[in-house]
């Protein structure tokens, strides 16, 4: 087999952990981002500051979903330079 060139198992493994990693930062930005919602019913939050909180819990949920997507990418790549 030539060096840099990826056998068949190898880009399944790729395909199936940019999967995981997108599934698992989609659930965590919008459990994130839930929060936001529960906050504002809960203190009776209206008007602009509902949206003030709405659109700080949705960008706080972008960036922990984006958070988690380059962790696990980084820590697969990182494990497949181990050879593991």
Partial sequence: MDMGRESRWEKDAMTVEI????VTAAALAAS???V???I???FGISG????VVL???ALLGATAGMWR???V??????QRRMGR
């Fill in 36 to 38: 936001a919602p529960a």
């Fill in 55 to 57: 659109v700080g819990g």
């Fill in 69 to 71: 997507l380059v962790r």
């Fill in 40 to 42: 504002a019913l809960a």
């Fill in 32 to 34: 994130v981002f839930a």
């Fill in 19 to 22: 999967g995981f990693a997108l």
């Fill in 48 to 51: 602009p500051a509902r949206r």
């Fill in 73 to 78: 990418l980084l820590r697969f790549d990182k």
